[in-house]
């Protein structure tokens, strides 16, 4: 087998469009329901796995924000004129060696709060009777999608035009918008329990994030209470 050979073999089912790559991201937008229900029925050729979904975005995820890095200077600029306007000096915590970290593993951090997110859905929508693995392949599938839509706006409206503000509020929105669309195809929820369903996420997205937060806490007071 030639070189040229091995790589149109790799290279070849991201750019065809009769492949369940390029089917399962287009029908995540005209029918996520099929997409969703398919996996969990059985009928797992027509679609790409959910897992091996999640796992080629959070590869290609490092290798983007290698290449098109987060310009960060602004965000540590505005941290640190928050902080100041608190009274205190230049704070000691560094944003940019923090972004640098996160995304130097971000593919572990993706697959690791995938779960956390099936957690807070399968609570959510504990009546409706899909179980816990269930919503791990939901939110496979949902967070991918998002994950890419994220790398896209970051290449537009940060690497290109500066506009990291404008990146933010629009994946912020897009995140919601597009998470309520998938349920409510999922689900067929009406206008009424779309908004209670909302209101219930973020109540237990807040408490896991002040759960966790506090632990983190604990082990940073723990760390430094032992230098």
């Given amino acids: 087998m030639s070189l040229k050979g ?3 073999e790799f290279i070849g089912p991201f750019f065809s469009w009769d ?8 029908d995540l937008f005209k029918n996520p329901k099929d997409v969703l229900e398919a996996y969990i029925s059985g009928a797992r050729k027509k679609y790409f796995q959910p897992f091996s979904f999640l796992i080629l975005y959070a590869t290609i995820a490092v290798l983007f924000y290698k290449f098109f890095p ?3 200077g602004e ?3 505005g941290f640190n004129k928050g902080y100041q306007s608190t009274g205190g000096k230049n704070p000691a915590f560094d944003v940019k060696a923090f972004y640098e970290n996160m995304f130097n593993y971000y593919n572990f951090i993706v697959i690791a709060t995938v779960p956390f ?10 009546k409706k009777g899909n179980n816990y693995s269930e919503h791990l392949v939901f939110n496979c599938y949902l967070h991918t999608i998002i994950g890419y839509f ?4 970051q290449l537009v409206f940060l690497n290109i035009f500066h506009l990291p503000n404008t990146m933010f509020y629009i ?7 597009y998470s309520i669309y998938v349920f409510k195809k999922l689900y067929a929820l009406n206008t009424k329990q779309i908004l209670i369903s909302t209101l219930y996420f973020w109540l237990l997205a807040i408490a896991f994030f002040i759960f966790f937060s506090l632990i983190a806490g604990i ?4 760390k430094i209470a032992l230098k």
């Fill in 219 to 222: 082990f940073i007071f723990i």
């Fill in 171 to 177: 994946q912020i929105l897009f995140s919601i918008v």
């Fill in 6 to 8: 091995t790589w149109e």
């Fill in 75 to 77: 965000f540590q600029e």
């Fill in 117 to 126: 997110y099936a957690l807070i859905t399968y609570i959510t929508f504990i």
């Fill in 70 to 72: 987060y310009d960060i």
């Fill in 150 to 153: 994220s790398m896209l706006l």
């Fill in 19 to 26: 492949n369940n790559f390029w089917r399962t991201c287009i």
